[in-house]
């Protein structure tokens, strides 16, 4: 049940996160950053695909792709040196993605060693 509610927080942030990539909202950001139009959309468009694998049998790829995603933000974040209020919401997310992993691991059981 827990996991459902993670899930459905994390597909209401990354939903955000691909209407202002697909709006050109965040081009700005990226052009500062040294990054093309292109890979924002494409960021856009890996983060709608892994939101929506949230809810089916790769689940966890997905978790483990969003941590990536969200790495590479947070790394942009630190290039930028941007105002530490700016990493607020990268790293909530980065702690609400790996307590959904930590859940999805745990459903494998306890490993050996």
Do not use: N, R, W
């Not at 590479?72 to 609400?96: D, N, Q, R």
């Amino acid at each position: 049940m827990e996991t459902i509610i993670i899930k459905a927080i994390l597909a209401v942030i990354f939903g955000l996160a691909v209407f202002v990539k697909m709006t050109g909202k965040t081009k700005p950001v990226f052009e500062q950053a040294g990054y093309t139009t292109g890979v924002m959309y494409a960021t856009g468009f890996a983060e709608l695909i892994l939101a929506v694998a949230l809810f089916t049998k790769y689940d966890m790829l997905a978790t483990i792709g969003l941590v990536v995603v969200m790495g590479g933000a947070l790394f942009t974040l630190i290039k930028l040196k941007e105002k530490p209020s700016h990493y607020i919401l990268p790293i909530v997310t980065i702690i609400l993605l790996l307590v959904l992993l930590g859940l999805q691991l745990s459903k494998f059981g306890t490993l050996p060693g």
